[in-house]
């Protein structure tokens, strides 16, 4: 029997459904639109199609866009000032630095100076440092969507046995850490792993966040496991996930394909993330 196919797009619309009704009260309360500035450097053709949807997203959602361009030659002192400012307007409840930036600019130290509160997404020392506590922040967004599609198809995660493929800053850790705190026993996987198929056998819940395509097979799934393949992968024949979706499909009972799977979560959840960061600065402002 095949597994389920997770509907990715239709997660993901529901999410910016709710997003769109909670800037609607954030602005009746408030009287004020949660602005969400993104900062590109450079003319990389995808960063640029990434910015492009996430501005058009987030005002369909309710909230005002600020767009601040950098030519691809900027130095690292402009684009410190750039967020410093932004850190400072009243008007800016959100910042997103498009990554990676150019080599003479240094992405994490330009991260490090967000405005924890503005951090939508959830890279900041201290909102990754708040996620490894089990404490409220903001958290990275493609996490959070693998999340909030495995609570949308009722996953069981308490007990289960969920394997993580990948460490990076921006997936595999904090993925390990919110499957943590929603009590799976957690296994992180990386390319110094020995025997990765055995590992990955183990899973109730085996999440592939690593960049290589189609490194999952068959053979390392178990029957009826839930598999989320977070890769996205340019190859000859187009875009490919980290897992072998065809083969894996007649073995696993519930699957993300690539496209449609994990990428439209992302944009979701940093709306998400956003319209909260909005709602908290504005709360925190508003005479009691
Ligand atoms: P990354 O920073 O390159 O990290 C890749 C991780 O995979 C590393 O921890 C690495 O291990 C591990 N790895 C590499 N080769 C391996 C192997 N043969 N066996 C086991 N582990 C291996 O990548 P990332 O930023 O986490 O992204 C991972 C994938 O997700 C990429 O395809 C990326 O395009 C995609 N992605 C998608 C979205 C989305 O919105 N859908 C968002 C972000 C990323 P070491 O730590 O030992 O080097």
Same mark, same amino acid.
């Given at each position: ?8 797009? +239709? ?18 309360? &408030?009287?004020?639109? /949660?602005? *969400? ?29 600020? &767009? ?13 000032? *750039? ?15 498009? =990554?990676?930036? /150019?080599?003479?600019?240094?992405? !994490? +130290? ?20 708040? =996620? ?8 990275? #967004?493609? @996490?959070?969507?693998?999340?909030? =599609? ?24 904090? =993925?390990?850490? *919110? ?15 020995? !025997?990765?198929?055995?590992? #990955? ?35 000859? !024949? ?18 993300? @394909?690539? /496209? ?29």
């Amino acid at each position: 029997m095949g597994a389920r196919i997770i509907d990715g797009r +239709a997660v993901a619309a529901e999410v910016r459904e709710r997003v769109r009704r909670q800037v609607q009260e954030v602005v009746e309360r &408030h009287g004020v639109r /949660p602005g *969400l500035a993104t900062v590109l450097v450079g003319e990389d053709p995808a960063s640029q199609i990434y910015v492009r949807n996430k501005r058009r997203l987030s005002e369909e959602a309710g909230m005002v866009s600020i &767009h601040h361009d950098l030519p691809a030659e900027a130095t690292q002192a402009e684009v410190e000032e *750039l967020i410093r400012s932004l850190n400072a307007d009243e008007s800016v409840h959100g910042i997103l630095l498009q =990554l990676p930036v /150019p080599p003479q600019i240094d992405g !994490d +130290a330009m991260t490090r100076l967000i405005d924890p509160a503005k951090d939508v997404d959830g890279l900041t020392p201290l909102n990754a440092g708040l =996620l490894l506590q089990g404490l409220d922040g903001l958290v990275s #967004c493609t @996490p959070a969507g693998v999340m909030e =599609l495995l609570r949308a198809h009722d996953v069981e995660l308490e007990g289960a046995e969920a394997v993580v493929v990948g460490r990076s800053k921006l997936v595999g850790k904090p =993925l390990a850490a *919110l499957l943590l705190a929603a009590n799976a026993t957690v296994t992180q996987a990386h390319s110094r792993t020995r !025997d990765l198929a055995e590992v #990955c056998r183990r899973a109730d819940v085996l999440i592939a966040a690593v960049g290589v395509p189609r490194l999952v097979t068959a053979e390392m799934v178990r029957p009826g496991a839930v598999v989320i393949d977070v890769g996205v992968n340019r190859t000859a !024949d187009g875009l490919a996930g980290d897992v072998d979706f065809e083969a894996v499909k007649e073995k696993a009972s519930l699957i993300t @394909p690539v /496209p449609g799977g994990v990428g439209p979560m992302t944009i979701a959840m940093l709306l998400q993330n956003a319209a909260t960061a909005a709602e908290r600065q504005l709360a925190a402002r508003s005479p009691r």
